[in-house]
């Protein structure tokens, strides 16, 4: 449905990332909040790798609902405090957006709304 957009013109995609997608008129679109890492019972794992698989899991549940899929996000943006949490945020990313590469803005931040929260990801999807 969305179809990427790199020009030639620019620097390409510093990472695992399309610089855009057009998304064609009528298209449904979907926006999620800030999902975090934690589970439906409030545990929060320590580890910001497993707290990147369980947002990307809550992003997948909420995206189910009306029957998309990773395959219609066309944005992502991840907040990660703490550098030393930014490559672990990174591969669990490019393992679940796989080949699709949506456009994604990574921000370092400093906090989150609590102090056990490592990751927070939102996105908006198309299909």
């Not at 990472?15 to 979907?30: K, L, Q």
């Not at 056990?116 to 908006?124: A, G, R």
Request: with cysteine; proline share 9%; net charge negative.
């Amino acid at each position: 449905m969305s179809v990427p957009i790199n020009p030639k013109s620019i620097a390409p995609p510093a990472s695992h990332y399309n610089h855009g997608f057009y998304i064609p008129a009528g298209a449904a679109i979907m926006t999620l909040s800030g999902q975090l890492g934690e589970h439906a019972d409030g545990y929060c794992p320590e580890d910001a790798g497993e707290q990147a698989r369980i947002a990307w899991h809550n992003i997948k549940a909420i995206l189910a609902e009306k029957g998309f899929g990773v395959e219609n996000v066309v944005k992502v943006t991840s907040y990660i405090v703490g550098e030393e949490n930014i490559d672990p945020y990174v591969a669990v990313h490019r393992e679940i957006v796989g080949d699709h590469m949506p456009p994604w803005t990574l921000v370092a931040v400093p906090a989150l709304g609590r102090p056990q929260y490592k990751i927070e990801v939102d996105v908006m999807a198309a299909g």
